[in-house]
């Protein structure tokens, strides 16, 4: 099983004529995604090509999804009128929108936060790599990418994985193929101080997919979202997870790569994360390199079988 989304999943890409949007577009449906719908507006009608695929193009997002019954959207659409792409989404009553953009200000964010709420629509990211539900072809194809995460480093399992870096979700994702374990869905969730889906909010879909056996966890310092997740794993989650936070040598203060990683409270710091980790039992990767191995060092302390 996956979350979120799953091979028959009908995808439309927001800016599939930008080249961007486009060249993942092309990826995706190399991927089999079903990739059913561009919107860009102004550009109705046309159509975007990629090898035998025809993908038709729509003005808005709302026409797009009556037409082809697309649920999701992935989202390549310039910082400044991004928070709208969006917005047109939740107005669409789509189930999933996927914001790959990187910089939209976060007044808009906060903007779309409020008109969001008890809203259909479900958002990951922005600044997001997006998803991926490995499929069982070569290189795992025949799944769901949405987004620009690499798909054939993926493998069909029972491993979720959830992080708020891009490469760092790689490289976990790219350990557990490695050792021949395969992952169920793997959702990156961005790195923006303000966003749509929480560690906690993936965490609990992870727990309730009876075929995902076990969780990578992959944070970063800002924010107490992690510790958030934390506490409600120790409290409510009985399968094997193992964390890692990024920005152990971070100086305080310092804005560090991701809009969200400025340390400015006390459960802020990795140390203090990582601390929160250890007490509500999940498996914690000292390095990047160790993620794999701290999750299988968990799940045999829990007696629980990977693959």
């Not at 193009?57 to 009128?81: D, K, L, R, Y």
């Not at 917005?87 to 669409?92: M, R």
Request: proline share 6%.
């Amino acid at each position: 099983m996956s979350i979120l989304v799953s091979k028959d999943t009908k995808v439309m890409i927001q800016g599939i004529t930008g080249a961007f949007g486009g060249k993942h577009a092309g990826l995706s449906l190399d991927y089999g995604t079903q990739i059913v719908a561009g919107v860009t507006p102004g550009k109705g009608g046309q159509t975007f090509t990629h090898g035998d695929h025809e993908v038709p193009i729509f003005n808005t997002v709302a026409e797009a999804a009556a037409a082809t019954g697309a649920a999701v959207s992935a989202i390549f659409v310039p910082p400044p009128f991004a928070a709208d792409a969006i917005l047109e989404c939740v107005d669409a009553e789509l189930e999933l929108a996927v914001a790959v953009t990187e910089g939209i200000p976060v007044k808009d964010m906060v903007r779309v936060k409020r008109a969001m709420e008890g809203k259909k629509t479900r958002l990951v990211g922005p600044n997001c790599p997006g998803l991926v539900t490995p499929g069982d072809g070569p290189d795992s194809t025949g799944g769901c990418r949405i987004g620009i995460a690499p798909g054939y480093i993926h493998k069909p399992g029972k491993v979720g994985v959830v992080s708020r870096s891009g490469t760092l979700t790689y490289e976990a994702v790219y350990q557990l193929t490695v050792k021949g374990i395969g992952q169920s869905t793997c959702v990156g969730i961005g790195g923006d101080p303000v966003n749509g889906t929480s560690h906690l909010d993936v965490i609990k879909l992870f727990n309730d997919d009876p075929e995902t056996v076990g969780v990578i966890m992959i944070g970063e310092i800002g924010g107490n979202a992690e510790v958030e997740a934390a506490r409600w794993i120790k409290e409510n989650c009985q399968k094997p997870v193992a964390g890692f936070i990024a920005g152990a040598t971070a100086p305080p203060g310092r804005r560090m790569g991701h809009a969200g990683a400025i340390v400015g409270g006390a459960e802020d710091t990795a140390e203090a994360k990582i601390k929160v980790f250890h007490e509500c039992g999940i498996a914690v990767a000292e390095t990047p390199s160790d993620m794999a191995d701290a999750l299988e060092r968990k799940a045999r302390e829990l007696g629980v079988s990977l693959v």
